[in-house]
């Protein structure tokens, strides 16, 4: 048999993550902070529930409730798999005015054939739709290093709106095959960033994003940050069971939980930075993800739970799920009086625990809970 060639391993190993995603827990054992953030109970909300508006802006775009699905996939040719699940997402971000990411589109890059696995603007003409590219690739020590003309790809075969750039040194690092060089990625990014037409996000995938990061990118014009914050999916965890050998698996263990929580790297971005925040990582409920909203997030973002569905192709599966989080948070809304988001920003909150001792040293919390925090 022929060897299988780098790409070919990319796509092969994408469905090893689906698949443990699927059949094992690979969530983080800790959580992503949000418990820590209270509420205070408005008993005179002066509001009634049904006038809240959930919609938000972003990116000079309106969309009708703040939440984002988090790129999962892609990589297959025609209709398999990958497909299959960007498709169901894609029609029920349709029917919500949603955005949605695409997963890596490194695979497309190498081998074209697979763009239809990227492709769902047939089923879903109106989605802000966010291509998918890594860090590592745009290195300077990287053979055949990315730059304008692959971005352009990602973007303009799938016909998407932006382009998100994940970091993930974290993954990288604890898998055998990790593209562990990061040598020059804020300059060639900035580089990409001056030259090319369309916003991009720079995006965690569950370590979380300090400030000193969050700073980084926005004085290099990154349009917007995903925070991918500790507390949901753990790649450290998805490669402990990829992890062929003992050194692998103890590494991969060791790393698990390693990160900054959801809930922390959105306070951090938000008292460092104007960008607009998606805060991904463990959002699991309406609850949660109003306090991201609350803390200054534009949305919250969501992988993990959508995919059983999405698996199935279970369009209404998919809005079901979606469906409860905007009710939850319509919920929420309406306990602490504020009729939309904008007014969801300005309500009090209380950090308290693990979470305060962190951010006291980190920011200036008291301003922060001001107000400071928009
Ligand atoms: C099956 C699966 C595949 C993923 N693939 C990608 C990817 O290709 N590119 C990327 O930027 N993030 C990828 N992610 C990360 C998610 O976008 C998200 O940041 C992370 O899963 C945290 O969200 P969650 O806790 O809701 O799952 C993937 C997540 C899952 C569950």
Wanted: charged share 25%; hydrophobic share 40%.
């Amino acid at each position: 048999m022929e060897a299988l060639d780098r790409e070919e391993l990319t796509i092969i190993r994408k469905f090893e993550h689906i698949e443990h995603c699927l059949k094992r827990n690979v969530q983080a054992h800790v959580s992503n902070g949000f418990e820590d953030v209270h509420f205070i109970h408005m008993s005179l909300p002066e509001i009634d529930k049904d006038e809240i508006d959930l919609s938000v802006e972003f990116l000079g775009r309106r969309f009708d409730y703040p939440i984002f699905i988090a790129g999962m996939t892609g990589g297959t040719k025609g209709s398999q798999l990958a497909g299959k699940i960007n498709r169901t997402l894609a029609k029920a971000a349709q029917e919500l005015n949603i955005p949605m990411g695409v997963g890596s589109q490194r695979a497309m890059v190498r081998k074209p054939e697979t763009w239809e696995s990227y492709y769902v603007r047939d089923v879903a003409p109106d989605v802000f739709l966010v291509g998918n590219l890594g860090a590592p690739q745009f290195a300077e020590t990287m053979p055949e290093r990315y730059g304008l003309e692959e971005a352009l790809k990602a973007v303009e075969t799938v016909q998407a709106d932006a382009l998100a750039i994940h970091l993930n040194p974290l993954q990288e690092s604890v898998q055998p095959e990790g593209d562990t060089q990061y040598r020059g990625v804020l300059k060639a990014l900035a580089e990409l960033k001056s030259e090319f037409p369309y916003p991009i996000i720079a995006k965690e995938t569950g370590a979380g994003v300090s400030m000193e990061v969050a700073v980084r990118l926005e004085s290099i014009g990154i349009d917007a940050i995903d925070v991918g914050g500790l507390g949901g999916t753990s790649w450290s965890g998805v490669e402990y069971y990829r992890a062929k050998d003992e050194m692998g698996r103890n590494l991969a263990l060791k790393f698990w939980d390693w990160g900054i929580k959801t809930a922390i790297s959105v306070a951090e971005v938000r008292s460092s930075t104007e960008l607009p925040i998606i805060a991904t990582g463990g959002m699991r409920d309406g609850i949660t993800m109003a306090k991201a909203l609350a803390m200054g997030a534009t949305f919250a973002g969501v992988a993990l739970p959508l995919l059983k569905p999405a698996v199935k192709g279970d369009v209404e599966g998919v809005v079901k799920v979606l469906r409860r989080y905007i009710e939850e948070i319509r919920n929420t809304m309406f306990l602490v009086g504020a009729k939309n988001v904008e007014e969801l920003r300005r309500v009090p909150l209380v950090i308290t625990g693990f979470t305060r001792e962190w951010l006291e040293q980190r920011i200036d919390l008291p301003a922060y809970l001001r107000g400071g925090r928009f």
